[in-house]
């Protein structure tokens, strides 16, 4: 039971453009959501959060916007560099007083120069 | 402070064989989180600690499976008997308090069961 989903796999984006990479959840009761970057060989890095008392917060280049309704948010990144390619995991968390992060499979994000 | 450090990097054993790796976190943080990541997947939550006490477990925890913390520094996380599955990457993390901030992760072990 997949309760964070990333369908798409990757992403190829031109530099200078904007990269939007996508995440759907299932449950309602998430109330915290993460995006992390990572690169091959290293740990996830920290890149955003959100939560859901929220839609939308801002950290330079990146933006989350979450729509609860639709159960979606999304990371969008402008501009894009070619230091961005790596895989973008969403995170979210239930409000039951627990601390662990439910991740999504993954979209590799490509930046072509 | 250097971040959170994983010992080793990389780890090859033998099925059946016992296998032990270390994490270090943030000297500051009380929370300590354990997940699995394989191939083309997210990461998967292991376990935590508030300090010394191990507070949840994952259902994917096998008897095999065993972490501890003890003084609340760093964490060990054992698997016995291993079983080609549990190939995959270990990543630890640690946080402050609720980890509403995101976790800083450690940049995992590897582990090859053949």
């Known amino acids: 039971d997949q309760q964070v989903k990333q369908n798409s796999p990757s992403l190829s984006v031109q530099e200078g453009r904007i990269s939007i990479l996508n995440c759907d959840y299932t449950?309602?009761?998430?109330?915290?959501f993460l995006w992390y970057k990572k690169y091959p060989a290293e740990g996830p890095t920290f890149l955003i959060s959100?939560?859901?008392?929220?839609d939308k917060n801002e950290d330079g280049r990146f933006t989350v916007f979450l729509n609860k309704s639709a159960k979606h948010l999304s990371l969008h990144i402008v501009p894009s560099q070619p230091g961005d390619s790596a895989v973008y995991f969403c995170?979210?968390?239930?409000?039951?007083?627990?601390?662990?992060?439910?991740f999504g499979t993954g979209t590799r994000l490509k930046v072509l120069a | 402070d250097t971040g959170v450090s994983q010992d080793p990097r990389h780890k090859i054993t033998k099925r059946g064989q016992n296998v032990t790796f270390r994490c270090d976190p943030i000297?500051?943080?009380?929370?300590l989180y354990w997940y699995r990541q394989t191939l083309g997947q997210g990461p998967e939550f292991l376990t935590y600690?508030?300090?010394?006490?191990?507070?949840?477990k994952s259902r994917l925890l096998s008897d095999r499976f065993s972490a501890e913390r003890p003084k609340g520094s760093f964490s060990t996380l054992e698997i016995q008997r291993t079983e080609q599955g549990d190939s995959a990457m270990y990543l630890c993390?640690?946080?402050?308090?609720?980890?509403?901030?995101?976790?800083?992760f450690g940049s995992g072990t590897r582990l090859t069961v053949v």
């Open positions: 993390a640690s946080s402050l308090q609720g980890g509403s901030y995101g976790y800083t």
């Open positions: 449950n309602s009761m998430f109330d915290y």
């Open positions: 959100i939560s859901s008392i929220k």
């Open positions: 995170a979210a968390r239930g409000t039951s007083g627990t601390y662990k992060y439910i």
């Open positions: 000297s500051e943080h009380n929370r």
């Open positions: 600690f508030q300090n010394e006490a191990q507070l949840e």
